[in-house]
């Protein structure tokens, strides 16, 4: 189905918005449209990838300042519920929720939006289907850079 | 009056978001219990029943729509309030799951005003 690349990025930035507002109690500024892929392979990095079932089929990325995050889960959940693991849970917990509310709102008339499970990022691996990307978006948390990508599937349904 | 509060959700960070909104809404005191998706949601049930189940749709193992099937089905469950906290809870999904027995449909992210409103209309109901 044919989706404007207006409303995609304007559902997007609605999405990533609405879910740190809600979550991390954070302000995103510096919405700006980006050129490649953002450093993947810094250690001071953390991801989470989830793929779009419906109403169109892609995948969706979101890389975060570990730091950020982790001072995110302390603030929200205490300390004795911080660790890496619950950071990495944290930052899929935000690709979720932005991802779900991106293909609700994308989803003609409140039909089904699908999504699959998000998935943590090991530190440089990124999935393939992302290394190509239709729509790099980078953004501040709180001042702190962050980017979204989105990469269509362009194979065609059997 | 809501004491023993079930929440499903596959992520450790979500359960507690939910848990601390129901805290900050007057559920402080109440007994939580939490499952990471429906196959163990269905087996702290069976040690003891809740007075209601928030529960995500989305997660592995056993998701969100067969978890309610089984609670809906169930003789011993199937009065227990079942709420859906989900952030692909899109118009036409909330319709088919009250249809299916779902008291509320939340969306994600969750506020704790929004929580306190579809738990209070349980008790109006009852």
């Not at chain 2, 939580?32 to 049930?45: D, K, S």
């Not at chain 2, 469950?77 to 859906?84: E, G, K, L, Y």
């Amino acid at each position: 189905m044919r989706i404007s690349p207006a409303l995609i990025l304007e559902s997007l930035r609605h999405s990533v918005r609405e879910t740190f507002e809600t979550l991390s109690f954070s302000e995103i500024t510096g919405w700006e449209p980006a050129a490649g892929l953002p450093p993947l392979d810094d250690e001071s990095s953390i991801g989470a990838a989830i793929e779009m079932r419906s109403p169109r089929r892609g995948r969706f990325m979101i890389l975060l300042n570990r730091v950020q995050c982790a001072g995110f889960v302390e603030t929200a959940c205490g300390p004795e519920m911080s660790g890496d693991g619950m950071v990495q849970d944290y930052v899929n917990e935000i690709a979720n929720t932005i991802v779900g509310r991106f293909v609700t709102a994308l989803s003609p008339g409140g039909g089904p939006g699908m999504i699959g499970l998000p998935e943590g990022l090991d530190e440089g691996r990124v999935p393939r289907a992302i290394r190509r990307t239709d729509v790099s978006v980078r953004f501040l948390v709180e001042g702190v850079p962050a980017w979204c990508l989105l990469a269509w599937d362009r194979r065609k349904k059997k | 009056m809501v004491k023993r509060i079930l929440i499903v959700d596959d992520s450790a960070t979500a359960r507690m978001m939910i848990r601390r909104c129901l805290e900050a809404v007057g559920f402080d005191g109440a007994d939580f219990r939490e499952a990471a998706n429906g196959r163990e949601a269905l087996e702290l049930l069976h040690e003891e029943p809740a007075d209601v189940i928030l529960t995500d749709m989305n997660m592995p193992e056993m998701d969100g729509r067969v978890f309610i099937r089984r609670v809906k089905c169930s003789p011993r469950f199937h009065a227990i309030p079942v709420i859906v906290i989900s952030s692909i809870a899109t118009v036409e999904e909330a319709k088919n799951l009250q249809g299916d027995g779902v008291s509320a449909v939340i969306n994600k992210p969750l506020s704790p005003m929004v929580i306190r409103e579809a738990l209070d209309a349980l008790d109006t109901v009852s």
